[in-house]
């Protein structure tokens, strides 16, 4: 799939071997948005979680400085698969996220 003309980035196997996710700000965000599209094609993206790989931090650089904008009401972001990983954390300033009007929002902290 293509999101403003590039190739929306897949989740990588992380480093326990088992679980696939996302160790960049970049990737993250890109899927994210893009999946978070109004216009999205919902046979083709199935409303699955996106996963952070587990003892991951994620930072942005000075051209990676833009807040992650969720506008679906599906979008789940956790830390490991299950949202059972551990040292999940985002670094970076400013906004880490950003809503649309369609999403709704829900919130669980453990």
């Not at 679980?19 to 999205?40: E, I």
């Amino acid at each position: 799939m293509k999101f403003l003309g590039y190739s929306v980035p897949t989740p990588k196997l992380c480093s326990d071997g088992i679980t696939h996710g996302y160790t960049d700000w970049s990737s993250l965000r890109t899927a994210v948005q893009a999946t978070s599209m109004p216009n999205r094609n919902d046979d083709d993206m199935a409303s699955v979680p996106f996963v952070i790989c587990s003892h991951t931090t994620l930072t942005g650089g000075w051209r990676d400085n833009a807040p992650i904008f969720v506008n679906a009401p599906d979008i789940v972001i956790e830390c490991g698969q299950g949202g059972t990983g551990k040292g999940c954390i985002v670094d970076r300033g400013g906004s880490h996220m950003s809503f649309g009007k369609l999403i709704e929002l829900e919130f669980c902290l453990l």
